[in-house]
Structures are given as C-alpha cells and as structure tokens.
C-alpha cells in the first residue's frame, strides 16, 4: 500500500494551497480517508475526515469553513483545499486511510496506512 502526497509549499497567510493524495494497493473505494497535521513539537492532529462514498465529512475545528476535504474514487485520489491559510496551519501534512471499523476517525490510531506527507509552511 502507499499514499503519496503532493502540493504542499510556502505560502503567505491568507492564501491557498491543493494537497492530494494519490492511493494506490488497496480499493480506494472500501476506505474512509483523512488528512491529519503535525506542526513542530505538536502531536499529530485530524484536519479533515471523509467517508468512503464523500457522503459525511468531518473538519477540526480551526479548519471549518476554510479547508475542503475531497476524493475521486475514479482516480484513486483524496483532495485538500485549503483557503485563506494562517500562520497556525503550518506543519506536515499526511493523508491515511480509516481503518476498517474503528470509530476512532478523529485519532491516529483509528487510521492504518500512512503516506509520507508534504510540508506545508504559511508565512506572513
């Protein structure tokens, strides 16, 4: 299994940045997928959640109204739009896949595939 995440950068406050997360060795379809961050000396947060099928999601709090969780099962690709960024939303960003049946889609450890993540860096 392996989750590559790309389109992270550097970017002043206020501005935007896609992230995606091409899967691939598993039915992409069959797993709920998550965007989480870790900025330095924080632990690993959730950004976003999404289903299997896009028909629920879930954003952190700080999050809402300004990122966008998404996928193309087509594809084999989970989406980030991330609008009007902000100093605080510095930090590696990873994607991983749910895993089956946990209940735990906010933490770590309801997740059991990880990509590498992408640095994203917000200026001001």
């Given amino acids: 299994v392996q989750l590559q995440a790309s389109g992270g950068g550097l970017v002043q406050a ?27 000396g924080k632990e690993r947060e959730i950004v976003a959640h999404i289903s299997r099928n896009s028909v629920t999601t879930y954003y952190e709090d700080s999050v809402k109204g300004r990122f966008t969780i998404s996928r193309d ?10 609008d009007n960024l902000a100093l605080e939303d510095t930090g590696i960003y990873y994607c991983a896949t749910h895993r089956s049946g946990s209940l735990l889609f906010k933490y770590p450890q309801g997740y059991e ?5 992408t640095q994203v860096t917000v200026s001001s």
């Fill in 14 to 40: 206020g501005g935007s940045l896609r992230l995606s997360c091409e899967v691939s060795g598993l039915t992409f379809n069959h797993y709920g997928m998550g965007w989480f961050r870790q900025a330095p």
């Fill in 73 to 82: 099962n087509a594809v084999n690709t989970l989406y980030l739009q991330m």
């Fill in 113 to 117: 595939h990880w990509g590498r993540g």
